[in-house]
């Protein structure tokens, strides 16, 4: 069994000083400006969560920019505390790729399901009420995390 898609949507990047770092992206790959969307404003259809390793938490401070490119963007992430997967990476690893995000088919519990009986077990999760998306224990196989995120439909 395989996941419902493989379409890369985001590249992350954990870094401890986002400004350097966005600027080299920005020097490669534009400006860092959103495409124009025509996607209505989402809605709420789900109760808000997050939860770190099994854990509710209610913060994960941290400083975060985007530069896009033509098929997806880089997310640059400088966390700013120290009880979330960026900051365990950034101690871990330093600046560096931290995850690729999967746009997935849906539902994410489908995907969720395919990653845990490969073996990899989920890290981070959260519902944001109008889309959700989940890490996944991977950096050992692949050297980085799997993000599978689903915008509800």
Not at 22 to 33: D, E, I
Not at 84 to 112: F, I, M, R
Not at 122 to 137: L, R, T
Request: aromatic share 12%.
């Amino acid at each position: 069994m395989a996941l419902s898609s493989t379409r890369i949507i985001k590249v992350i990047i954990v870094t401890d000083d986002l400004d350097k770092t966005v600027s080299a992206y920005k020097l490669l790959f534009g400006t860092g400006c959103a495409p124009a969307s025509d996607e209505a404003e989402p809605k709420m259809v789900r109760t808000p969560y997050t939860k770190y390793l099994g854990q509710d938490i209610t913060d994960t401070p941290m400083k975060v920019e985007s530069v896009f490119s033509d098929n997806f963007w880089f997310e640059i992430i400088q966390p700013m505390g120290d009880n979330d997967p960026w900051a365990a990476w950034l101690k871990e690893h330093g600046t560096s790729l931290y995850s690729v995000c999967l746009l997935s088919d849906g539902p994410l519990e489908a995907d969720e399901e395919v990653m845990k009986q490969a073996g990899f077990e989920s890290i981070f999760k959260q519902e944001k009420g109008f889309e959700a998306y989940e890490y996944f224990d991977t950096a050992d196989a692949l050297g980085l995390l799997v993000e599978v995120k689903e915008h509800y439909k």
